[in-house]
Nanobody, 123 residues
């Protein structure tokens, strides 16, 4: 059974930084796209950033609201995705979820979600 475990959330002042981590454990053949989503109170879950690696090429995409402030990266050897968040704003307050598209057998490829980690930006 594949599981995703997130860490790194917390309370930070506006302009501060946090680094989120998400590690996948279990039966993993390959991980394709990794990403971060967030959901603020009374709002829909939204995409923050994704990173895809193919061979020696890695590509990342970001929501317009976080471009230039957030950086997504991945360590395939550790089955881990990171989200470095700088210059945080109160509007970044949300529960952050990681998502990975994982092949767990020769016939099974599906999306897995983490449990979520709270990020609160407040003075």
């Amino acid at each position: 059974q594949v599981q995703l475990v997130e860490s790194g959330g917390g309370l930070v002042q506006p302009g501060g930084s946090l680094r989120l981590s998400c590690v996948a454990t279990g039966r993993i053949f390959n991980i394709y796209t990794m990403g971060w989503y967030r959901q603020a109170p009374e709002k829909q879950r939204e995409l923050v950033a994704t990173v895809t690696s193919s061979g020696f090429t890695t590509s990342a995409d970001y929501a317009d609201s976080v471009k230039g402030r957030f950086t997504i990266s991945r360590d395939n050897a550790k089955s881990t995705v990171y989200l470095q968040m700088n210059n945080l704003k109160p509007d970044d307050t949300a529960v952050y979820y990681c998502l990975m598209n994982i092949r767990s057998s020769a016939y099974v490829v599906r999306d897995y979600w983490g449990q979520g980690t709270q990020v609160t930006v407040s003075s």
